[in-house]
């Protein structure tokens, strides 16, 4: 019989973390795909996920609307009791084999907690890396909820097996959202990112920097400040298009899109900028790879980057302590520091790439792995 | 300023657990103490801590109305999530200083994330132990999410350690139950439980078993068999009276009630029975040492137990991995296993008394780092 | 194609009153029943209905796990407020043609809620009645919220149309659960009862009293008082066997379950008394049926009693304003206006037959019309 | 002793139309005022309107934080049942002798149930109303939960009565948004507006169209059509200025915005037009005041319009049936019937004030009449 695997899409970057192993449980005969999605995955203010995984031919089995509308920290918490709630009924109705979520973000914890109170099997992905944020408390409450643990680097295999985790229900398996990075593909062109989003029309054959920052749930009332520096800094290399990215649903994110806005609307100096509110997972790979530059605190600027050799400058302490490669400068969130930062990295000609966070094949391996377990 | 120090009271094993700490900070002219109830202890069903606790002498600030009808394992998670609601809102109004959680049961996570979502640091009380049943995953995650960790046993804190946290947060002071268990009470007397729960009246100087058993959330489906071996077991001792306590709020309690009632029905040897839903700390700290034997899987007859020197038979896995002293026998929930085990039991003299989870001066030694501590 | 209607049963009430019509609508090939259980329904406490609907025949497609144990008037609003949540995303996925609820208790509000904010078109059983506690206040407001309304008397239907809703979407069928009661049904034994609750064996072809008592919403203090009444009242009638039922989850239930406690603990005299906690719709209406005299305030004692003409007392103002027919006598809640009444009643022979709340063809009527109606 | 009465303010529309209320509770010497705010009242994207609040230097005693960020009509179910868990607990700790609770939006109805359900009675603004949206029904449960109801119309006095409630308990006050239009406010400046929201700087000397559209709740896939049907029409008028009102949070809410956004990024002609979230009450009442036509389908355009004797076209079927004064025409959401409406209202000369929904007293009156009843 197929195992039944509930996969739990919840942000926009959970569906890029985890769809090559969407495809292969769609397409191998010994398992059904439960494809559950909620918060601000159906959220159109962050950039409705849903649309891109429903055009990537999947069908979404059940819908959790739970994402509170505030920036304020308590409805992180609220979110995730919104979740709690209506997940346990949907996952009680269902009654998958496992439940499969991925990494931080603060909403996952209602997943695990949904599945494990029911003593359904959670698979958690990109458990024992380090950073800062909410995120580094969630992932690791994560960790201690789930029953086995794919993780993406050696370092994070020690520390999850040190939380008192079983050796045998570890594997490294690297991260699946470096399998879409593994081959060049020809047919995808950024000019489809000229039709969404506002501001200048790119020119994708010219050199681009692509920004990305959250706030950092602990330090909310520095989000804005955070930001304008970035974009001041930025915007210091008009040889460069700047291509920026909303920031996701964390609490702080007002701070920051207010930073955008008053850019967007006091500056006279927007030649060459382009806003986008997100980035279906395969032309998000592209842009990683052809940009000059990363500047932010996406964890994608350290983990996808370091696979693909791009330069990045990593701001503040969002990624506190995440193993980094050589590709990626630490600066601070100062116009000093960033603009020190970048001037290196336009200098520096391309890194080499390297499989801190695997080898692009870490769909395959989970897939091979979870056919062998016995969910019982 | 003194410090707002909120205690979250969820359950008549919270209290007990964390009565001598609650006093402590009650009377200390460093910190105000913002006393939260919810869930279980608010519930008649399940004993109503909340009137023990106002009996001794303390106000409920604060009351979460959470806890769902249903012994269905799905219903923990609801009664989680809809805690959590509730208390990110009551935290954000009072934004205590930090907030003080207990332990391990399924309720606890609801206020790790209520409060660490909102950067309200969190302290765990005894973080680190091993057992079997939910618990012991809620108890990892209430670590992960914790920020200052109090744990009972020198191997608890390593573990802590282990897990990743800063070894300048985690200190072993003990079990503040055992704070209650230090001298021995002349003015408490046990007659006072002839009053309440239904079933013979006993005589306190007489030799006595204290039976209390809770559901394994992992095995639901044993819970009325698991009981009743136990009822038989501890019937074919006529010489000892039985006083018996009625499960907790856990998934799977109305197995235990259905075997308790059935018994309770249908046997007509009832003679020295008598069972109870729920007794005040000191009584119970009492009715613990005073007892010929106890049987169960409540964990204070493992650790409350060690620290009295009292034959101990605990029965199943809902304790399993937990340290023991040598009072502790190991049973299956059988009635062959059962018998043998309280036999033993009651032929043992005396066992000395063992420091494994503490010395029974927790609080004093909770409140002085406390005060140390600077939450910022 | 098949109109897809979403029953929704919230309690053991509810199951009696749409019994006849989830037959209809199962049997008939113009329709496919969506049977949407929880709440108290689902609680061993309120004596689990949704083991009665199984036992019927019936598959329950959905369960809502939502019920606060709490005896106080807030958890009233949070259990609605649970039950909302997760209605809401099960109605959207379910996208039934209607949903159906049935009269008047506080969880109800929380089914027309979820339906009429998505537009989903809301059958109301029972509406334009009168009565007191909350559900006289629910009732309208689901009245409000309902699209099409099914009611059991001409003077409720006169009042659902001068609450604003147009003629022809009100429609007088009767009520449900006098279809139950239309033929005696040979093949219904009684004794079956004693081997559920606790207390006497009873011998139903002696005459007993059926009590059945519930909380006044709206003056929870008095609840023990009256329960206490109502007890010593009956049981100064020892030629009468008495049967008597929990009450059901409105707050204040703990005070009738307390008065009820007491007398089973401390009263001598409990010869002939039986306990019960649930009767499935037929052992109930020929319970009813066969009754010397109802005493207590549950609605059955008015609406199935008239169409019997079993002699009936109401006792309080939990009915208060209700049609009643001839059989029925208003009582106080105290020994003496009870005692009065009672003696009237048991002197007084067998009342006629009225079909005040219907005839009997309730069912029927409704599945017509409902095959009508263009749901669009 | 001071009666406490809890206000609840959960939109920027309920803080106009309670403003005058507010301001007479808080300068009372008999009354403590508890102000309660939330859902889309405390949220950035609609116009925080706890900044207004505050700035207007009332303390928000309770903040409920509810409001669920998606367009999809099953978040209206969802947000009311969040509101209603927090509510509840904020309610009963509150214990307020009543609650205010004001018109017809979705979460109203959250109010209403968390204080009936304890028994804390509600007093219910401009019920008896007819209008279209789920409004309609949201209004009319209100009313049935509601204990005291100050209406704004005779007619709407009527329908109260009709509906059951006691007529003494049914005054008709008027309605206190008109409160703030009663005298001209010289020192108000439309000019802030300026310095808010986006697009052409206005000179408010000149004539301009007010526009303000919110979604059809019962036909949410035509919202965006209609929007974009109005912009449209008043676009043709050149002469004039154009204000636009970002939409409220009613389901359906995405596809007004995009109309907006399309209009925006699209259209070439976007001279003369300023693009609002939210207005402060004052300025808000000048801005219709001075406008020389009003369009859409904000009921304030029929309400405060009526007593202004401003020229308005009113959109749709969002305020079917609502009583209207002459200076009102009703146009169907397509450019024809729009522009043909438009044309008439700004050849026709100033229409005369009319007292259809209140002189101007309604504060005045509500707090005398609340003076005198016992809520007991």
């Known amino acids: 019989m197929k195992k039944n695997i509930a996969v739990v899409v919840y942000s926009r970057a959970n569906f890029g973390r985890c769809k090559s192993l969407l495809h292969e449980l ?11 999605s909620g918060a601000s995955a159906l959220t159109d203010r962050f950039g409705s996920s849903a649309a891109f995984i429903e055009k990537e031919g999947f069908k979404i089995d059940e819908k ?3 994402l509170i509308d505030s920036s304020e920290p308590e409805a992180q918490a609220i979110t995730a009791g919104v979740s709690t709630i209506q997940l346990a009924g949907v996952l009680k109705k269902i009654k998958p084999d496992a439940v499969v979520l991925v990494a931080d973000r603060y909403e996952t914890l209602s997943i695990s907690i949904a599945a494990s109170y029911q003593n359904i099997p959670v698979i958690h992905l990109q458990g024992g890396e380090i950073s800062g944020n909410i995120d580094d408390k969630v992932r690791n409450a994560n960790t201690a909820l789930a029953d086995y643990h794919f993780v993406a680097t050696k370092q994070s295999k020690d ?3 040190n939380m008192g985790i079983s050796k045998n229900k570890v594997f490294n398996s690297g991260c699946p959202a470096l399998d879409l990075l593994k081959s060049f593909k020809k047919d995808i062109s950024l000019d489809v990112l000229n039709q969404s989003g506002v501001g200048d029309e790119l020119d994708f054959n010219k050199p681009y920097f692509l920004i990305s920052q959250h706030p950092l749930t602990t330090d909310i009332s520095n989000s804005e400040k955070h930001m304008s520096e970035i974009i001041k ?11 920026l990215i909303w920031p996701n649903s964390d609490a702080g994110n007002s701070g920051i899109s207010k930073a955008i806005r008053k850019f967007r609307e006091q500056d006279l100096n927007l030649d060459g900028w382009r806003f986008l509110l997100a980035i279906p997972p395969d032309e998000y790979a592209e842009l990683l790879r052809q940009a000059s530059c990363l500047i932010g605190n996406s964890s994608s600027f350290i983990r996808e980057s370091s696979f693909l050799g ?6 503040g302490d969002r990624q506190k ?3 980094i490669g050589s590709n990626v400068i630490l600066a601070k969130p100062s116009t000093n520091s960033l603009s020190k930062a970048i001037k290196k990295q336009i200098i520096r000609s391309g890194y080499k790439s390297n499989k801190l966070y695997g080898d692009g094949n870490a769909s395959k391996k989970i897939i091979n792995q979870l056919r062998k377990i016995n969910f019982g």
């Open 321 to 323: 302590g995440r193993e």
């Open 64 to 66: 959790i609307t739970c």
């Open 26 to 36: 769609k397409n191998s005969k010994d398992f059904k795909l439960t494809l559950i």
């Open 310 to 315: 791009v330069p990045s400058v990593v701001v």
């Open 159 to 161: 520390r999850v097996i």
């Open 233 to 243: 800094s930025a915007n210091k290399f008009s040889d460069y298009q700047k291509i």
